[in-house]
């Protein structure tokens, strides 16, 4: 596949740029028979919408259409397509880049690989992309909710401040999609002053997988934990995955890491919802580290497309932290590996 | 695909049992005109042989033969098939394991998905398969050296004891390929610690790619980054990978993550050799978790088939740590992942 | 893949209903630098549209329009959304379908698979999913030019009405797309006559490559002719494909039908263009047999979903024969095969 | 993929040169629980093995082992890797052909896609292949075994000489794998007379599904018509493939083509048990084109490596005809295309 296909049953595949007519997402394999609506896809959409507070003052509606797969409000089985129109676009504001490079960006690897590149607002490269990538996300949510399958991302860590709670109840309720009221405050007055000072922060965003039925994933290669950290890996700004205790575990005695299993189940969770490659009906808990984002209006130090070195300082729309907008991608790239897997050749269920 | 072959175009597909009479690797994709003799294999497979002095007493001299796409000592194109038949095989210490559920191990998960299990030394989903693996990579290794790109794997840390410096040139001097020889006593009482209370250990392996081209990888959800996660966290003990700064950079700012550009290249290597999905030129740095293993001889509570409480104590012959063997194997992943994107469409390269 | 992509390398993917809104294809893997207008896509939809002397009185403008992956005239290497809206839908001409199956049609396979159906014209199993493939192929096309490749498709015979010569400067100077101007009063004279009886016809289209290079195709599995054969084979109307002399091979001795070699190149050219699998870089020829359409107006025997005997005549808007439309949508897999085949690795070429 | 791999489910791997030390294929994907020995792929291998009567006088035991997949007699769900070798190999008989290329055969296409190529035997383009996949098939047809699915093939037609009863008790009867015994004399006249004018000739074969179950494939580019044809059109010497009434529907009536539906079935089956690209319930037939095998000891014009002009003479031990024994190769096509098929989703089945 030519890199803008996800998935082997489940199959979604993602087109546009960030400053095109439009973008959106081909769903391909999803079963007959869910109900569903632009309202299921529209509410996850809107959870990753620029325009709050913290992100950037971008104005996109964001407002999802559902061109086919659906008749009578129900999915038929044959390819969901839906597009999302672009509607505040500014591509003067990214004029001054077309000549440079902007760092920490994909400007000059793109044009390595391809040989030339549109540069309004980061083109295909830009995070506007993952949301086509919600879009399908919510349309496994509703064939997982099926199954009785619940998936949650939330915010473990924003600019080193630290989640020490997790109450789910939470999460929706600040703008931060973060479980720990508490910490709200310290997240705040961080990304104020990161703002003030130019400059973009990171973090830790866990994402949990509740109710997932056991022995889903295949052994060697195509690993549960492998396809997790692929499909989260994918995002722009993901720089590290661990699953379970993930790195923490490098330092832990066989005998502390490993999960004693009783009548009721495993009884810590350190492998974090998988062992051999294949779930084990404990949750699955998936942690990924996302980088400051590179946008940045501090001078920086760069070159042009002639190899001169010059300085760059970015003024156009950006967020000051991809946290807490890619709390939903990293959803919906679990939702999308879940989906994918439930529809795979499972013996041992029959 | 059903979960044992890796790869689109340089495509491996591995196969065998631990207790079965052989394992193997059909490669297929592997571009022709390529010298390539056992000897070559060989040399790659010696490094995550069994019987060395820190790890399993199973004695498997784990020769390999070629049986297809081989002519006159070059490769032709075809597919080529690597075989390695087991030797020592003591399949009854594992009889006790047949009824009962190892604790850290896939048994039971197995017999989820598939209904009933190989319970010999693990079946398939035993660390022997990653024989096959490497077999594969040494392939993988003499493609790209004509392209000019050496792939190294080392011990970044094992038992909480870390490497502090980087001396390739130290790797294959010592028994844990850690490019610190300072360290090593102190790795040496570690596992020795460990292994006299019946526990064991993990750590951490990182993978360096030098002489990568700009531009590899693709887009969207096959970024380079994505595939390496992918390839790395389908080594049954990795837990976790990051890139480049990994981690770590969910603390910075992003003016002291993002990489300045020089006319001299990339002034820090924060973001591990790529941009956007894409390698940017830079060494592609990649770092994983290793988990203890989970044979321990220390006693373990679990559960049996019939889901009755019981005790376990693991004898059979076992590894203290998946380092050092998980070297080349980590090595492996990454040969294989950047021979396939090497023969994908460059366009930007012509 | 879930079935509704094409391709590897070069990857189209199609959605889209009859009567739902609109439908549409994603080209992924097209590279970059092609200049590309949406008329350089809508000349080639224009030749399947219906609306003809000949084909069904649907009037469906069919104006496509670019969403994505072409930047300032020019195609990115990123995917290229194309969008065709219907506009045309009289849904209401199917309602007495939506409870009694035709014969020769999806309806009630499309129901066994999936439990239920879009009735409204087909819902995707209808024709009109084809204008997507045709869409992909215009691209194609263009990246094809640039390698001196030339792909051409016509009829060669209609309802029993065989053409004898084959020039192609006639083929777009009459209305089905015939290589023999003289067949052409016979053919307007057979599909009159069964226009009249309220029947169908079928026939046998041609698709000719010229300018492939040798050495096109893989081995074993993905032979050219295996991929050419697929291709074909998923066009709904295509029961049969054959390459160079096909089924008249059966009844040929070795010694006539074996290509001799000359310094000028293959003496005969019964082998179609391939040998062993790969492109032998003479003419690639490749015949399909196209069934009657199996929407007719006389009274047919069929079911109810309810398993009850009923009778059937279908008086919506169709073609007396697939024929000329799918003259273009045969040529379009046939450019999508070869576009595909031209971005895998072809190490002899170096 | 490469090219030696088929499948997305049931996949199948395979490996080996006509003169190299093996060949085999590896299994990926076939469920767990199914009783398998190597008698049971024996006894298919058995009716393709060189050595007959009409047959090439290579004495080729083509025993086969089983290297991993099954335990205690029972398939695992993991990959079944299984090896056959070679035995009698003379290759010096092909050394008069490593400079000069065969009419008919890959010699010279695949020196011009490798840019060299292993000329014993044919190298991996011998027919030889073909053995792993009857192998495979053997595996798919003890999966299928289990559904009540029962897929047979036989010869239509032999050098010109056509079958006209279809008594599948009479198959095994014969040394053709004729349906009508009727016919044998002829076509043993036919092949001697060929063979003793050193000649060669081609046929028809047909492969039958019984028991297949109504909506298997998937709509559009995955029918499971074009399945079929790929499938089939993969092998060697197979120049065309039509389902139902194929090319013969092509001078039909769309009033005579269609398949009446009763409340019994479908009335005819000139559809070969597919409708919109999905099995139909009713029996699927599909026939093949098999050319005359190339090899002929009459003198041929061809070019030697160095592109002079030169005549060659093939005098090796070949067949006169790739019938019979392609008849079991087609039948395990059939048997791999409907095994990955039944494990596909199949929502209206639940």
Redesign the interface.
């Known amino acids: ?6 998935g ?4 979604v ?5 960030s400053h ?5 997402a ?1 769903i ?2 999803c ?3 869910i109900t569903l609506t632009e309202e299921d896809i529209q509410s996850d959409l809107d959870r990753r919408k620029p325009g709050g507070r913290y992100t950037s003052p971008r104005r996109e509606p964001d407002r999802v ?1 559902i ?3 659906v ?1 009578e409000g ?1 999915t ?6 839906v ?1 999302i129109y672009n509607r505040d676009i500014r591509s003067k504001d990214y004029s001054p880049f077309a000549k440079v ?1 902007r ?16 540069w ?1 607002g980061g ?3 830009s995070a506007r ?1 993952t949301a086509a990538r919600v879009a399908a996300g919510a349309v496994a949510r509703k064939f997982l909710k099926q199954h009785g399958i619940d998936i949650k991302g939330y915010t473990k ?1 924003l ?2 401040v630290h989640a020490r709670k997790h109450d789910w109840s939470e999460i929706d309720q600040n703008p931060f999609f973060c479980p720990d009221s508490e910490c709200i405050p310290a997240m705040e007055a961080r990304i104020k002053e ?1 703002k003030t ?1 130019g ?6 965003v866990e994402v949990c997988v509740r109710g997932c039925p ?10 549960i ?10 995002i ?1 700004a ?10 923490s ?15 009721q189940g495993y ?1 810590s969770n350190h ?2 919802g ?8 404990s949750d699955i808990v998936v942690r990924v ?8 209006s ?1 001078p ?4 042009n497309v002639d ?3 010059s300085t760059i300082e970015i003024k156009g729309r950006h967020d000051v932290s991809a946290i807490p907008r890619i709390v939903p991608v990293c959803e919906a790239m679990v939702l999308l590996v879940i989906a994918d897997l439930m ?6 269920a029959t």
Chains 1, 2, 3, 4 share one sequence.
């Not at 038929?76 to 397509?81: F, V």
């Not at 575990?249 to 009548?263: C, E, F, K, R, V």
């Not at 980088?291 to 940045?296: L, Q, T, Y």
Request: charged share 15%; with cysteine.
């Open positions: 596949m030519a890199g803008n296909t996800f082997r049953l489940f199959c595949t993602t087109w546009g740029e095109g007519p439009a973008l959106g081909v391909d394999g079963p007959p028979g259409e061109l086919s797969g008749f129900t038929t089985g044959t390819p969901i397509s597009i490079y760092p920490g960006h994909a400007d000059r690897t793109y044009e390595q690989k391809y040989g030339f590149r549109d309004r083109g295909r490269s992309e860590a600019g080193g990161v000072a400059d973009s922060i990171g973090g830790i056991a022995g889903l994933g295949e052994p060697v290669f195509d690993k934990d492998a396809q997790l950290a692929g499909a989260l890996m994918s722009g993901v720089k590290g995955v661990e699953i379970g205790a993930g790195f575990s490098t330092a832990m005695l066989g005998s502390q890491h490993n999960d004693p299993i009783t009548a009884a492998a974090g998988t062992l051999g490659g294949l779930s084990s009906g580290a996302v980088k400051p984002i590179p946008s940045i501090i920086q130090q760069t070159v190899g001169e070195s529809l795979h050749p499972f013996p041992g």
